[in-house]
Nanobody, 122 residues
Framework: QLQLVESGGGLVQPGGSLRLSCVAS????????VAWFRQAPGKEREGVST????????DYADSVKGRFTISRDNARNTVYLEMDSLRREDTAVYYC???????????????WGQGIQVTVSS
């Protein structure tokens, strides 16, 4: 069983940066595809980024392309989301999720973190 924990959220000014971490406190994360999602108040859940298992390919939503970077450190059992040039519309609860394949992680991932708040405000 995989257990995921997010960290690194908080309050940042527009134009600033944050790095979110998703660590597998149980299980080996490099076996799995990982995705970041977010949900803002009054909005539907949005897929943000994905990374394939081990050193796999990455993908991004159009809304964050060129500003966010997903990466993994397999020795630390962690996937990161580097967020640069943050905008007020990036404010949301961010969740990491994992699955055996890229298709699964973008549709029905079986393992989720608890979520972490990111607030972009001056």
């Amino acid at each position: 069983q995989l257990q995921l924990v997010e960290s690194g959220g908080g309050l940042v000014q527009p134009g600033g940066s944050l790095r979110l971490s998703c660590v597998a406190s149980r299980g080996t994360l490099d076996y799995y595809a990982v995705a970041w999602f977010r949900q803002a108040p009054g909005k539907e859940r949005e897929g943000v980024s994905t990374i394939n298992s081990s050193a796999g390919a990455t993908d991004y939503a159009d809304s964050v392309k060129g500003r966010f970077t997903i990466s993994r450190d397999n020795a630390r059992n962690t996937v990161y989301l580097e967020m640069d040039s943050l905008r007020r519309e990036d404010t949301a609860v961010y969740y990491c999720a994992a699955a055996n394949t890229i298709v699964e992680v973008t549709t029905t991932p079986p393992w989720w973190g608890q979520g972490i708040q990111v607030t972009v405000s001056s």
